[in-house]
């Protein structure tokens, strides 16, 4: 008879290793056992099945030929001796259980499992009490062993291993369920008769609670024991003789299913988990139990508890507990810091791996399944108080339940799901091959390369290694999302009873939450999660944190009108609502936003799009100018009319001037960052819309340059301000050119100014040589003889902080260079000039306060306020930039910093002027931001005065403080002033 072929390379190519080895064993097999070859080929590793075959032909010699007169049973063996080396010893110990993978490949009942192991010691399955006749428990192991094996064959040659890992665990806890009571059956055979005289329940926790345990797991339980009952219902014993007898049991189930004999182990029984932990009674009474739990269980013990079910022993009895104990568990998400506590706890497990392991903790690491099941049991925990469609035990199904009803989008659920199947499917390899309990990833190539091969994978190394790093980081990152989500704490420590309330309970609590008008409120919040669709779903979730969001700033009621407002611009979107759910700050940054700024709305409201940009804090930091030039280049030469060209250019500003108010509401933008920023933007829609402008009139053009002045060119703009500016042109003889130029000039003013959905932009030109009597713009030689012959000291004032932002530079860099001729005057000021500017600044403070306006609240015109600050700081510079550089800016702090580092103001004065200009300008910046509209002064309004002590990070009923400090930093400011810029002395 022909032999098989045996050359070394072609076993290579079937998947050996040690062909040297395979040639030996194989040199006596023929042709009659090929298809045997062609199933060890495809073991996970073909060198152990075929020599735990050869060790099988030992023990029976005829083992080969039954192997090919039943094919299914062979694939299925030699899968498991492929993969096991722990089951193939079995096999060639006990060659008789190979007979027990010829059955049906499903799973196998529960019942009829425990059928099967209570047979096995000798009990009757249909007693209501079952008592074994065998007291060593090795029939017990035994069966508990083979029954292993036919479940391992199972998962072995499953077509998906993922698919079914969550059945094979299911199933591995119906077999923990039969052993426990097997094992419950042969203690009370070893206790006696006062056995029957005790109901004892054995409770099932964790994985083994869940139903989805491992292959080699500590099965967590709890014991709960009650007297039984005689015929007429009352208890045969005390309930303290109960509790011994019960302990008894207990502590003989421990020991047969943890104890070492011929016949092998089961598993360790753990009862750490029940009250006190290991310095608690091993059972107690319902009683007992309950006064435990309602008194004195910490918060981890009902995380526990979310898992616990009647797994062995009196079910009704173990039912009882669960009954007891399940409503405790779904009102632990509303105690005190439960969140925090969760989150350290998890902390505190990935900081206990140890440092060799902790890259390769497929269990407890980061990125492993303890990650993954946290994050279901915290949703669970969290939302499960008012919601029973999520009180469900295992993971997956948990998890599907999560993606079902909103809490987990579709896209997240289904890396989720996928990443734990994976990493379930390899921990029960790891585990399967030696039996034992670990959850640590190999490092040798064999051992990853069997692995591999049980999962299929063609490229069983490199491919287990990518697909393992890619699983573990989709779980880290979604972990993070998840369970330190501000969605999850903010809900969490909302009551239970405020999830569901009527509706007059409803008004009442959004009154006391401080909505001043709860009816509107209602409708709001009805218009938004009535429904059964998904939006409305996860608005359901969303709104008892949002409200609360928006009853921590200054208009709750605005801010939820301007949610739903946003919600229904965009909740047809994909990505809007499931980015609030699941992008940490984002919905509690939104919600922020809308119940502090009406200015933010409004440019939220007419591009709510932009929302996107609060899930980092890198969206809200302000692009740089050149980015946004080239961005609005590009939108306008896609319109084809000046009209639409600018609309496209205004709707890029207003989507930044969201990013810069969102930035500087959330805390991520300072007043000084803003102003920069408000330049920038500013700048770049001008010198965009400049090209625009030109390219709209018809004949030759002259260059034309934006000198910025005043806060613009200070680099300092508020959200309220006008860009002042002054136009220049290059020379041309052409007699056409001034009237062409102007032409452009009022094209871009109109075209910016012009009423629409985005804000308008005001170019003023008032500060122009002699102001609105004067040209609008004149071309460069006419300013150059101008300022030598005929300018006036205030315009030598204002022309500090000129500066060439927009059109074309080399223009504005002409007319700079002349400017600094005479804005840095090498001899400081004469006397005439610094009168003359003293009272020019008199009759400012005199003639533009506002009628009616108290000067001590004027950001801007009051004692201490910018213009004070501002005037005293140019007046230094006037005076010493000709001999002092670094006085040369036309930044107000900046100049500041340079006449203190050059010794012309002492650091204490300096000081209180930077701090009255920052506070000044940060209260006309959240005026804006508050109102919508711009103001110079203080509110006399106290709710405005309690809504911009919001802003400015006062609390609840501190407006007086903000008053208060206002009043302290101006009056400071305002004694600086006087000694620099008025030359007075108290």
Request: net charge neutral.
């Amino acid at each position: 008879m022909a032999r098989i072929e045996t050359r070394e390379g072609a076993l290579a190519r079937r998947g050996f290793t040690a062909a040297e080895s395979a040639v030996r064993i194989l040199g006596g097999w023929d042709e009659r056992y090929a298809p045997l070859l062609e199933l060890i080929s495809g073991a996970a590793d073909p060198d152990h099945a075929l020599a735990a075959l050869d060790r099988l032909r030992d023990a029976d010699p005829q083992v080969l030929d039954r192997l090919i007169e039943r094919p299914e049973p062979a694939r299925r063996l030699i899968a498991v001796v492929g993969a096991s080396a722990t089951l193939a010893n079995d096999l060639v110990a006990h060659p008789d259980r190979f007979d027990r993978l010829g059955g049906p490949a499903g799973r196998v009942p529960a019942a009829e499992l425990r059928a099967e192991l209570l047979t096995a010691v000798g009990a009757d399955p249909a007693a209501t009490v079952p008592v074994a006749t065998d007291l060593t428990g090795d029939l017990l192991r035994t069966a508990y062993r083979t029954a292993v094996l036919r479940i391992a064959a199972r998962d072995l040659t499953a077509d998906d291993p993922t698919a079914v890992v969550d059945d094979i665990a299911g199933e591995l806890a119906d077999l923990a369920d039969a052993t426990l009571e097997g094992a419950l059956a042969v203690a009370r055979a070893k206790v006696g008769p006062d056995a029957l005289l005790c109901r004892i329940a054995v409770i099932a926790l964790g994985k083994c609670g869940a139903q989805e345990l491992n292959y080699v797991s500590d099965v967590d339980v709890l014991y709960v024991a009650e007297p039984a009952l005689d015929d007429a219902g009352e208890p045969m014993i005390s309930t303290d003789r109960a509790i011994m007898i019960a302990t008894q049991l207990a502590s003989e189930l421990s020991r047969i299913c943890s104890a070492h004999t011929a016949a092998g182990t089961i598993w360790p029984v753990d009862a750490a988990l029940r009250p006190e932990g290991k310095a608690g009674q091993l059972v107690r009474s319902l009683t007992s139990h309950r006064g435990y739990y309602e008194k004195w269980a910490k918060t981890w013990e009902f995380q526990a508890m979310l898992k616990a079910r009647p797994s062995a022993g009196d079910l009704a009895l173990g039912q009882e507990f669960v009954d007891l104990v399940t409503p405790l568990v779904w009102r632990a998400g509303e105690r005190q810091n439960f969140i925090a506590d969760t989150q350290a706890m998890r902390r505190r497990v990935v900081d206990l791996i140890p440092a060799r392991d902790a890259e390769r903790e497929l269990k407890l690491g980061e990125g492993g399944l303890r990650d993954v099941e946290f994050s279901v049991q915290l949703l669970q925990l969290v939302h499960g108080r008012a919601d029973e469609r999520l009180r469900t035990r295992a993971t997956l199904p948990s998890l599907q339940a999560l993606i079902d009803n909103g809490y987990v989008g579709r896209e997240d659920g289904r890396r989720l799901d996928e990443a734990y199947r994976f990493l379930r499917a390899l921990e029960h390899r790891i585990q399967l091959y030696r039996l034992r309990r670990t959850h640590v990833l190999p490092q040798a190539d064999d051992d990853l390369r069997r692995l591999g091969r049980s999962l299929g994978y063609a490229d069983p190394v490199a491919t287990l290694l990518s697909t393992w790093r890619s699983y573990s980081r989709q779980v880290r990152r979604l972990h993070q999302r998840i369970f330190y989500s501000p969605l999850l704490d903010a809900v969490a420590r909302i009551p239970s009873s405020a999830l569901r309330l009527t509706t007059d309970a409803a008004v009442d609590r959004l009154r006391a939450l401080g909505y001043a008008d709860p009816d509107a409120a209602l409708r709001h919040i009805a218009a938004l999660s009535q429904g059964v669709s998904r939006s409305a779903e996860i608005q359901r979730q969303l709104l008892p944190a949002m409200l609360g969001w928006f009853a921590e700033g200054p208009n709750p009621d605005h801010g939820l009108l301007a949610f739903r407002q946003v919600s229904e611009a965009l909740g047809s979107t994909p990505w809007y609502l499931r980015a609030l759910r699941d992008e940490g700050l984002m919905a509690e940054r939104l919600a922020r936003i809308l119940a502090s700024s009406r200015y933010a709305v409004q440019l939220l409201t007419r591009s709510p799009q932009t929302v996107q940009m609060l899930a980092d804090d890198t969206a809200l930091t302000p692009r740089p100018g050149d980015d946004l030039r080239a961005e609005m280049r590009a939108a306008a030469g896609r319109h084809e009319t000046p009209r639409s060209a600018v609309e496209a250019i205004r709707a890029i500003r207003r989507r930044e001037l969201f990013r810069i108010a969102a930035g500087d509401l959330l805390g991520v933008n300072d007043v000084e960052t803003v102003g920069e920023a408000l330049t920038g933007l500013a700048a770049a829609t001008i010198d965009v819309a400049l090209a625009v402008a030109r390219n709209s009139i018809t004949g030759e053009v002259p260059e034309i340059a934006l000198i910025a002045m005043g806060r613009w060119g200070g680099r300092e703009l508020s959200y309220a301000s006008d860009a002042d500016t002054m136009f220049v042109m290059a020379d041309s003889a052409d007699p056409g050119a001034t009237d062409r130029a102007v032409a452009v000039i009022s094209a871009l003013r109109d075209l910016l100014a012009k009423p629409g959905v985005d804000p308008s932009l005001i170019i003023d030109a008032a500060l122009r040589p002699e102001g609105k009597q004067g040209p609008l713009i004149r071309s460069l030689s006419a300013y150059q003889k101008y300022y030598r012959q005929w300018s006036s000291t205030w315009e030598l004032q204002a022309l500090i902080r000129a500066d060439a932002l927009a059109g074309d530079h080399e223009l504005g860099q002409a007319l700079l260079a002349e400017i600094d001729l005479r804005r840095w005057p090498a001899d400081g000021l004469t006397d005439a000039q610094l009168l003359e500017i003293r009272r020019l600044k008199a009759r400012v403070e005199s003639e533009r306060l506002p009628r009616g306006a108290d000067p001590a609240k004027h950001t801007k015109l009051g004692p201490g306020g910018l213009a004070d600050v501002e005037w005293t700081v140019q007046l230094i510079q006037l005076q010493h930039a000709g001999t002092e550089p670094s006085l040369r800016t036309a930044r107000t702090l900046a100049a500041l910093e340079a006449a203190e580092r050059a010794g012309l103001i002492l650091a204490d004065d300096a000081d209180a002027l930077r701090q009255a200009w920052l506070f000044a300008s940060q209260v006309r910046n959240q005026l804006m931001l508050l109102r919508g509209r711009g103001s110079d002064s203080l509110p006399s309004d106290t709710r405005e005065l309690a809504a911009l002590a919001t802003l400015m990070g006062y609390g609840r009923n501190e407006s007086s403080h903000l008053e208060a400090e206002y009043r302290r930093l101006t009056r400071r400011a305002r004694a600086v002033v006087d000694r620099l810029f008025w030359n007075s002395t108290p």
